[in-house]
């Protein structure tokens, strides 16, 4: 731990003849001895300990020799056991001790105080008393460029005085402090040696007319995108794979659109060693969002829905470094592992930088049968959609997963956990199931062949192709379920599908908050709460799941 004295008063009674000589060496043992020996002694008791004591008076009264070799460590000892003792003993009045959390804490308590005028008041606050008349704006910067900045804005988001301290700091001091804030790049993080693959990907971008918005420079490209090994540069194939996956980052992060034609033939003047169709096919098939990068996105998004303070401070700074700052130490307070992340840091500029907070926030919307997304993982399994494509059904797919919805909870189409089942966000009319005869036998035959390609026990029966469905969905769920697999369909709706919640769409992703149930643990054992990737007829959407709703 560290530590400060900021006055030791000394008096000495003495002994004897040589009453000068002795208080002569005492005040040397004071100077040179004492400090060491009293850290050393006070780390024994609180190692490292991150809180913050703050005494206003602590004393100690004993007896030494001041001509004894260990007079030093004897009265060290003797002011150890007093700190310690008044740490233990305090009444927690404030009166002769203040604690805080932490280094950061303290700075930040200290700020917060100070641009309201009321620190130089406080006695525990005297560290910093060469701070006291400067102006606020000197002195945030001051403290904050002197020591790492973000877990002190985090401590001044925790006690909801950030917006206030950032606010006493000019355009030209937050520049600086934006500045210093910018997480140092790695080692792992060096680019150089693949640059002019990444001058490639941003060619082909531009020419290609990709951008989603404003085009990114190469310098911003390689800032963002993290480096990956050398490739063979022998290998056409190889170059090429580095620059798909460059733009399929960009495409993940939103940057690009998808391409929605063949690459410009002109391409191969620029780079004959370009393999155009190996270009093609890898940015047009698959591409979904970043998955770091879309949980830091969606944590911002949270945040903001949930903290109004911080929106509208975020919404009144617009796109720029203060929203950053701001965002990014809200993070921190929230996510503490967060603080020094690059990618972090790149994610919230983006964000912060493009408006893209500007949106209001989107709802959740209620369902007492929330639990019924908990079988997308199945429908997923038993590759429904490949299923109606073979049977020629495939402009059918929401008309049947909305059809298969009902059938297992008995909600009407626009339920909000039904219509998310069917991949449909609103309430607009859709076309209802109107199969004939004929396609319901070929629906039937692709079925049974797929439940039989997964292993699973063979279906009963069913006329109605429908509940085949249903059931043939249910069943392909339940298998992994240990001793419950083989559990009645009123069973298994009962205690795992018909259980209420609520849905949040966003733009990359299905919230699904669930309230709890007894058999929980078993969804858990079977990874059934674990976040489900990519879904197709949710628009490439990852859907999470939260068992906590309540």
């Known amino acids: 731990m560290d530590g400060s004295i900021a006055e030791l008063s000394c008096e000495y009674l003495t002994r004897g003849v040589a009453a000068t000589a002795a208080a002569g060496r005492l005040d040397t043992v004071a100077r040179l001895e004492l400090p060491a020996l009293l850290g050393t002694m006070l780390d024994a008791v609180y190692g490292d300990a991150e809180t913050v004591w703050v005494l206003r008076d602590v004393r100690a009264e004993f007896a030494l020799r001041a001509d ?30 203040v604690q805080f959390d932490d280094e950061a804490d303290y700075v930040a308590r200290y700020l917060a105080d100070h ?15 060469p701070w006291h008349e400067r102006p606020s704006g000197e002195a945030v910067l001051g403290l904050l460029l002197d020591r790492p900045m973000m877990p002190v804005l985090a401590a001044l ?27 140092v790049p790695s080692a792992g993080d060096d680019v150089s040696g693949l640059w002019p693959l990444i001058v490639a990907a941003v060619h082909v971008a531009d020419t290609w007319s990709l951008w989603a918005a404003d085009p990114m420079s190469t310098v911003d490209v390689a800032r963002v995108w993290r480096s990956r090994p050398v490739p063979d540069w ?8 580095v620059v798909v996956d460059i733009l399929r980052y960009l495409t993940g992060r939103g940057e690009l659109l998808r391409p929605s034609g063949p690459p410009p033939a002109e391409l191969r003047a620029h780079f004959d060693w370009l393999d155009l169709p190996l270009l093609a096919s890898g940015l047009t098939v698959g591409i979904v969002a970043n998955g770091r990068e879309r949980v830091i996105s969606d944590a911002v998004q949270e945040m903001l829905a949930g903290t109004q303070w911080l929106r509208a401070a975020v919404l009144t700074a617009g796109p720029g470094p203060r ?8 993070l921190a307070a929230e996510r503490p592992e967060w603080t020094d992340d690059r990618l972090v840091e790149s994610v919230v500029a983006r964000l912060t930088g493009t408006g893209a907070l500007d949106r209001e926030p989107v709802e959740f919307e209620e369902s007492p049968c929330a639990g019924l997304l908990l079988l997308l993982r199945a429908v997923a399994d038993l590759r429904l959609p490949a299923v109606l494509a073979r049977a020629g059904q495939s402009d059918a797919l929401p008309a ?10 008995g909600a009407s189409p626009d ?24 396609e319901c036998d070929a629906v039937r035959a692709e079925l049974v062949a797929a439940v039989q390609a997964q292993r699973m026990d063979e279906l009963d029966p069913c006329e109605d192709v429908v509940e085949l469905m249903a059931v043939a969905v249910l069943r392909a769920w339940a298998r992994w379920l240990g001793r419950f697999a083989a559990s009645s369909t009123g069973y298994l709706l009962a205690n795992f599908v018909q259980r209420p919640g609520r849905i949040r769409w966003t733009d990359r992703e299905i919230t ?13 054992m079977a990874g059934y709460d674990r976040p489900l990737e990519a879904v197709s007829w949710l628009g490439g959407r990852t859907v999470t799941y939260r068992m906590d709703f309540s």
């Open 157 to 183: 988001c925790r006690h909801e005085r950030l917006l206030e301290v950032l606010n006493a700091v000019s355009d030209d001091e937050l520049a600086e402090l934006v500045a210093r804030a910018t997480v």
């Open 323 to 330: 929203a950053a700052l701001l965002v990014r130490a809200a």
């Open 512 to 524: 699904v908050e669930l309230v709890p149930r007894p058999l929980d643990v078993v969804v858990t």
């Open 234 to 241: 022998r290998s056409p194939a190889a170059l090429t794979v």
């Open 68 to 97: 004894s070799p260990d007079a030093a460590r004897h009265w060290a000892a003797a002011l150890a056991t007093a700190v310690v003792t008044a740490v233990a003993e305090d009444p927690g009045d404030g009166v002769n001790l």
């Open 400 to 409: 049947a997963l909305l059809a298969v919805a009902s059938w297992l909870t």
């Open 115 to 129: 641009v309201r005028g009321e620190a130089a008041r406080h006695w525990y606050f005297r560290a910093f008393e």
């Open 415 to 438: 339920d909000p956990a039904v219509r998310a089942f069917a991949g449909l966000r609103t309430t607009a009319p859709h076309e209802e199931l109107a199969w004939t005869a004929v």
